[in-house]
């Protein structure tokens, strides 16, 4: 479709079968026009955000390179930064950076189905059950990440923020430890049992069809070879 070649009815039918489109009157082409429009409005919205807080720190050139790049990295889940060693510690007080990094991070995992289910139920009045248990177990992980990092973390890494900061920064850290990978305080100084809920998440299953479950079983299998 980008480089302006139609698609054909053999490779119609494997995207539609790879993402479980069997809505008849969206064509498999349609709903790829569809993800990639949404994934610009989310990370373009993501980068000018972001660009409030970085470019009076970095410059307008810095700023809005680093702005865009840290949209796309935390909305694929990628996890990369490009801030040094710190990643975002620095900027785990600033509550448009770290909502913004959670919010994207949220979307980008939960895929391309929920958006359009969520899009859609508003006018159906009435969500998917697939799209219920996504937000269902979700919203569990992080509140109970949440809970785990300020109880584990008050007065270690969190010691010195305020009662806000804390649970903002503990907020964001239980949306980045599974896939994200981004830091908003000293991971290196974390309490054991921390460390230990980190191995219990990131080797917890992921629904299927959903961001997350295909960058586990891509990035995963890599990381045992």
């Not at 994934?39 to 970085?54: D, H, I, K, N, S």
């Not at 600033?94 to 990094?101: A, S």
């Amino acid at each position: 479709m980008i480089v302006k070649r139609a698609i054909t009815p053999r490779e119609n039918l494997i995207i539609a079968e790879s993402f479980s489109l069997f809505n008849r009157e969206e064509t498999a082409k349609g709903f790829v026009k569809k993800i990639l429009v949404w994934t610009f409005v989310f990370e373009f919205t993501g980068a000018l955000l972001l660009a409030t807080r970085f470019i009076p720190r970095f410059g307008w050139v810095d700023g809005i390179y680093k702005s865009v790049f840290h949209s796309v990295s935390a909305f694929c889940n990628a996890g990369f930064d490009i801030l040094g060693p710190d990643s975002l510690i620095g900027f785990s007080g600033d509550y448009i950076v770290v909502f913004t990094i959670s919010a994207l991070i949220i979307i980008g995992g939960i895929g391309f189905f929920i958006w359009f289910d969520i899009s859609s139920g508003f006018k159906r009045k009435k969500f998917s059950a697939y799209t219920k248990l996504v937000l269902i177990t979700t919203a569990v992980l992080l509140v109970s990440g949440t809970a785990a990092t300020l109880i584990l973390e008050w007065d270690n890494t969190l010691a010195g923020m305020s009662v806000a900061e804390k649970i903002s920064a503990s907020f964001a850290h239980s949306v980045s430890l599974r896939t994200a990978g981004f830091a908003f305080f000293d991971n290196a100084s974390m309490t054991d049992a921390l460390k230990l809920l980190h191995k219990t998440l990131i080797s917890s299953p992921v629904l299927p069809n959903t961001l997350l479950s295909t960058k586990r079983l891509t990035v995963n299998p890599l990381k045992s070879l």
